[in-house]
């Protein structure tokens, strides 16, 4: 069976959104983190798909050959990955599907899944809410479980707490991370709950010691990076998530559960970032973390599915439900 072909940069964001759509559409994949190589590099990227596909694979770099078999489906996150989907797309025949703003004519790609908050409209564009992922009920049924033993003795409600890190927007130093701890364990004492906190590969050990010390006398669990990390497990037994706002990735994930999700402040500005958590308050699906919580409604949040019917149906795939 031909597979698909994630091409990405290496960022781990991107991966996962790549992830989420070819497992539902039920193609094997294999991840492809790419970049220019040789006199390529010195050719902007906007440019580069003028180049001929053939030439732009061989000046490439790739974690795994650029080679036949062809996949049936490539699938590209970010703009620096464009131009060797596009020659991958035209070289073997492939469907090729972009996830967010190409930032390049719409029309040389199949299909683009771009968010809302990215403004990007052509014909053949679906506007995601936010990012695509792979928060299923399934999914969070099958690590909750697993992991529920381990506190099933810390009280409710348990309140998950998503950090992210430094990007180019955001700033998340260690004197952040005291203050936020230390509002993370206000509210903890006056909920009487507990605090699963995990960290993603941005948060700084320094900033990660600090939040750590500031919530060390109430309830909580922190994932320190050994073994599995309980995500997607945090989020099935949380009773409400706080996420760090520096992630779109994060709090699209957070929002899939349809639990309520509260926005964290950091340093720093983007106004990208901004529009997005601006139509997430509009949908109800967050509120600012103002270091309380409240129960409230929405519908989760997950257009992954709606992403993947198109393609499915382009390559003849019947539903992976």
């Keep these: 069976m031909r597979e698909t072909w994630i091409v990405t940069d290496g960022a781990v964001g991107m991966e996962a959104q790549g992830i989420a759509v070819a497992e539902a559409v039920g193609l094997p994949y294999t991840l492809k983190r790419v970049k220019p190589a040789g006199l390529m590099r010195l050719i902007p990227i906007r440019f580069q798909h003028l180049v001929p596909a053939e030439r732009r694979i061989a000046a490439s770099e790739s974690s795994s050959p650029l080679a036949p078999p062809w996949p049936r ?14 020659a991958i797309k035209w070289v073997g025949g492939a469907y090729g599907l972009h996830i967010q703003n190409p930032k ?11 968010p809302v908050h990215d403004d990007f409209e052509a014909p053949n564009v679906i506007s995601t809410f936010g990012a695509v992922h792979s928060v299923t009920a399934a999914r969070l049924n099958e690590a909750g479980a697993r992991f529920a033993p381990q506190i099933a003795d810390l009280p409710h409600p348990r309140i998950a707490v998503l950090l992210g890190g430094e990007s180019r927007a955001f700033s998340f130093p260690p004197e952040v991370g005291a203050r936020f701890g230390d509002r993370l364990a206000k509210l903890a004492r006056e909920c009487r709950g507990t605090l699963l906190i995990t960290p993603s590969r941005r948060t700084g050990p320094d900033t990660l010691s600090a939040v750590a010390e500031a919530v060390n006398d109430v309830p909580h669990i922190i994932w320190d990076g050994r073994g599995e990390n ?6 099935s037994l949380a009773d409400a998530i706080v996420v760090t706002e520096d992630s779109v990735n994060m709090v699209t994930e957070a929002t899939g559960t349809g639990k309520p999700v509260y926005i964290q402040p950091l340093p ?8 997005f958590h601006a139509l997430m308050r509009e949908r109800g699906a967050t509120r600012p973390f103002e270091g309380r919580i409240d129960p ?3 519908a989760p949040v997950n257009d992954t599915e709606a992403v993947a019917a198109p393609i499915r149906k382009a390559l003849g795939i019947e539903s992976t439900e």
């Design 268 to 275: 720093g500005r983007s106004s990208r970032l901004a529009r």
């Design 230 to 235: 309980p995500y997607f497990a945090f989020l």
């Design 104 to 114: 390049g004519p719409a029309h040389l790609f199949d299909l683009i899944a771009a």
């Design 73 to 86: 489906l490539v699938i590209s996150i970010g703009r620096r990955s464009v131009p060797l989907a596009l």
């Design 296 to 298: 409230f409604d929405y």
